[in-house]
Each structure stands twice: as C-alpha cells, then as structure tokens.
C-alpha cells in the first residue's frame, strides 16, 4: 500500500474523498439530465420538445438508462485488462463531458441521440472502474467496507440532489437546452476534481489487473484486448453512420424489446463464463451462484423503482397539484426527493449497520435485499392509493409522491450499496470491476423493464392506473418471499460472506 493510500479521514482511506466528489459530480450531470428527458421527449415540438407518445418515450428513457447500466459491463472489463480503473474514470469522464455538450447544442434530433450513445459509453468507462477502486481502498472487506460504499453512495446522492434542482430550473426559465448544459459543466468539474485528486489514491487502480490472477500487469495491454475493443469501435461507428443516414430503422418499442431479451441474455453467458470456463474453484464457484440469485432480485428490484424517472415523473408533471405560495414547482424536482433523502438517511444506514454488526446482529445481504424489495413495493400501495383519486377526478397533494420516494429511498438503501458491496466480496479480485459490471447490467435490465411497464401507462386509460401500481408491489412482494425461502441455501453459497 502506498503512503497516499494509507492516509485517512475520520477512519476512512483519503482516496474515498476523491471518489465521493468524483461521483458527485458525475451523478448530478447523470441524473440532471435524466430528470429532463422524458418530459423533453413529450413535449410538444412548439416549446421545443420532440413531441413523442408515451410509449415511445419511455421505450426511449429506458433504453438511454438502460444502456449506461449494460455499457458498465464492458467499461468494467476495459478497466480490468486495458486501461486499470484510474485511467478508465478519467477518459470516462472526459467522454460524458462531451456527450453533455452535445445534448446542449444539439442541431437537430439525430446530433441529440449521438450525445445520448456517447455519454453511455462514457458512462460504462467511468461507474463500474470508480466502485471499483472504493473496495480497493478497503482490501480487508467486512463492515467497514460496507460503510465506506455507503458513504459513497452518499456523494452519489448529493450529486442526484443537486442535478435535478439545477438543471429543472434552467431548463423551465431558459428552455432545454440551458437544462442540458447543466449537465456538461458538472461533469467537467468531476474530471478536473479527479485530476486534483488523483495521488490520494495511491495504487489503487493505477495499473490493469493479470487476467490469469490477481496481480497487476506491468506491460502494455494485452493485443488481443485491444482488437476486440478496434471491432467494437466499428461496429458501433458502422450502426450509427446507418441510423443517421435512414438507411436502418429503429423502432424504439421493438428495439426495448430485443434488448431486454439480448441483455439477458448475455447476464446468462457472463455467470456461465464464470461458472464454467474462468477456472475458479468450488467455493467460489458457490460464491457466484449466489451473486446470479442477488443479480435477478436486483433486477426486479429496479424494475418497479425506476418507474422514477418515468411514469412517476410523468405523474408529477399531469395529475400533483405543484403550487408552493404562488409558484409552481418544475416536476423535474420531484426527482431530487430520492436522493436528499439518501444524503439524510444514508450516514444513518451506515452507522446501523457497523454498530449491528459490532453486536453480531448485522442482517445478512439476502435479508437486506428482502428488505429492499418491501420498501419498493410499500411505495407503489401509496401510489396505487394516489391514483384512485386521479381516477375520480381530482390532482393529488404532493405529500403522495413524497412518501412514495421515502419508502423507495429505504429499499434502495438496504439494497443498492450492499449490492455493490457484497459483488466485490463474492468473486476474486481480478473479476472485481467487470463483475461490478454485471451488477450495473441487472440495473440496466431493471430500467429496460421499468420502461415497458411505464409505456403501459395510457393517459387516456386512467382507470387502470391504480391496478398497474399494485402490480408492481406484487411482484416485489413474491419476489421477497421467495428469497426469503432461499435463504438457507444461500447462506451455503455465500460461504462466509454475510
């Protein structure tokens, strides 16, 4: 360990600053941003808006959200082989700041959609790389490290609260654009705040880890990485030169559906390599087969909470009575609730589960999860309520959204940083920032699933609105109650990691 990174702050590495302000400012150009988008996407063409249908729309927002989550999977790998996680967050960040500019100056639809692919990919390099180097700050695991992704999480969040709130009050005074850049100066203060403090990460994820074990390559990459990085790059360049001439289609509803179909898909192959053919040994053969069951509760997890950014915030806009002393509160700040909620509760969160475990009472992460999936699913019974009174004609207080972004709120945090926690601990250090990868793909499947569910959400169908939010408690309802009847096996599986 290097003496920048055996510096510590209130008993936590240096290096965790640097990643908390790095992330901060990355979430708030990120979820900036994403509080617009839909609303963008419906509004009509005369206030500047692409006019869409809701169906469109949403198939569109999960598909955006959705990919940033799959492109983790690749980024993660990137960092692991190529380019070691330090550089990855730094070229990551340098490409969402480009994609963001794009967005604000965006001549027409297609230079738009561009900047939507080039922050995803820019998105993959960045996130999975820079969770990565938290648990690399923290080699000895166990509680402590859950703290620190919890403190973590927290600049996250800070970050989520202050996007929204920014970027939803330019966009209303000075139209989307003003919005959009808002997000391209975030990000580009994340790069320089990473320049800055870089040396108080000291080796952590300086240098790409041996694919063969868990030591860090000193040499170049490895060539046959960087051919299959060049075919991706042609690939993808080849797709958009096709989209942006006409000559192929894409139908962003039919599109939700092949994806949601392909990135199962390749969760399935990822656990099968693992599994199969990365030569692990028995326990952790085990470990992984846990991590797949955490992998399929996350995904529905983030299936009904990403109804956020989607449904929910169309909710804010149509049918919550937004007046504040005269003024009428944008929709889009509905979307920071989630997130100062997580910088109240989030420190809370942590110091509970340090002082449960210190008494040997710490919840098992398969019992946190099941507590996750009830707070997702309590938020929607409110919400079904919400809709009953939109069902016989009134616009609803704003107390209702509130509460439902509470509840949703103390899911995610028995869930989210436990989830990327407990991936780090349940596959070997060399798989680390891929497998977080993985994880970001079960969001990615949650958002695409998220946005068929919103696309069913037919303003001219109000009567089926409360049925629809019930479902979604339901199926995280029998979803907690099946891990719960799994959790003796997986307490054999997990061999050891709580």
């Known amino acids: 360990m290097s003496p920048a990174h055996s510096r510590t702050i209130f008993g936590h590495p240096a290096g965790l600053a640097t990643l908390f302000f790095t992330e901060m400012w990355e979430r708030l150009s990120f979820y900036g941003m994403r509080a617009l988008l839909i609303l963008f996407l419906v509004d009509q063409v005369a206030h500047g808006g692409l006019g869409l249908d809701d169906r469109t729309a949403a198939a569109i927002y ?41 967005l604000g100056l965006a001549p027409s639809t ?67 654009p003003a919005g959009f850049m808002t997000a391209a ?10 320049l800055w403090g870089r040396r108080l990460l000291g080796d952590a994820g300086l240098a790409p880890m041996s694919g063969a074990g868990d030591a860090a390559l000193t040499g170049p990459p490895p060539r046959a990485a960087l051919r299959w990085i060049a075919l991706a790059a042609v690939v993808i360049s080849v797709l958009v030169v096709l989209v942006w001439t006409g000559t192929l289609h894409v139908a962003p509803v039919a599109l939700q559906a092949v994806s949601t179909q392909a990135i199962l898909g390749i969760a399935v192959l990822y656990f099968g390599y693992l599994l199969f053919a990365a030569g692990l040994t028995r326990i952790e053969r085990l ?66 589960w340090v002082q449960l475990a210190r008494r040997r009472l710490d919840p098992s992460t398969p019992l946190k999860f099941i507590l996750g999936l009830l707070g997702m699913g309590a938020g929607f019974v409110v919400m079904a309520a919400a809709a009953r009174l939109v069902v016989g004609g009134h616009t609803v207080g704003m107390g ?39 994880f970001f793909v079960s969001l990615s499947l949650g958002n695409l699933l998220a946005g068929r569910i919103a696309g069913d959400f037919d303003p001219t169908n109000l009567a089926a609105m409360p049925g629809q939010y019930m479902f979604i408690f339901w199926f995280a309802a029998v979803s907690a109650g099946l891990l719960a009847l799994s959790m003796p096996l997986m307490r054999r599986w997990m061999a050891g990691v709580l």
Request: proline share 4%; hydrophobic share 50%; charged share 10%.
């Open 287 to 352: 470990r992984v087969l846990a991590l797949a069951v955490l992998f399929v509760a996350s995904v529905l997890f983030w299936a009904g909470y990403e109804q956020t950014g989607s449904s929910l915030n169309l909710f804010a806009e149509r049918y919550t009575d937004r007046q504040l002393f005269g003024w009428e509160i944008p929709a889009s700040w509905f979307q920071s609730l989630n997130p100062i909620y997580i910088v109240v509760f989030g420190t809370l969160f942590s110091a509970l």
């Open 185 to 194: 100066v975030g990000m580009a203060a994340g790069v320089l705040q990473f």
């Open 62 to 102: 999960g598909l955006y959200v959705g990919a940033t989550f799959l492109a983790c999977l690749p980024g993660g790998w990137i960092g692991d082989r190529v380019l070691g996680s330090q550089r990855a967050v730094l070229y990551g960040g340098i490409v969402i700041t480009l994609g963001h500019l794009l």
């Open 400 to 438: 209702w959204l509130t509460v439902t972004y509470l509840l949703h709120t103390w899911g995610e945090l028995c869930l989210s940083p436990v989830g990327l926690s407990v991936t780090t601990k349940l596959v070997p250090p060399r798989f680390v920032s891929q497998s977080l990868g993985i």
């Open 110 to 176: 297609e230079v738009f959609f561009f900047g939507l692919l080039v922050i995803v990919i820019g998105t993959g390099l960045l996130k999975p790389n820079a969770s990565a180097m938290v648990a690399q700050l923290y080699p000895e695991g166990g509680a402590r490290r859950d703290a620190g992704f919890t403190i973590y999480y927290v600049g996250i969040n800070v970050g989520a609260t202050l996007g929204p709130l920014i970027a939803g009050l330019l966009a209303v005074r000075y139209g989307w």
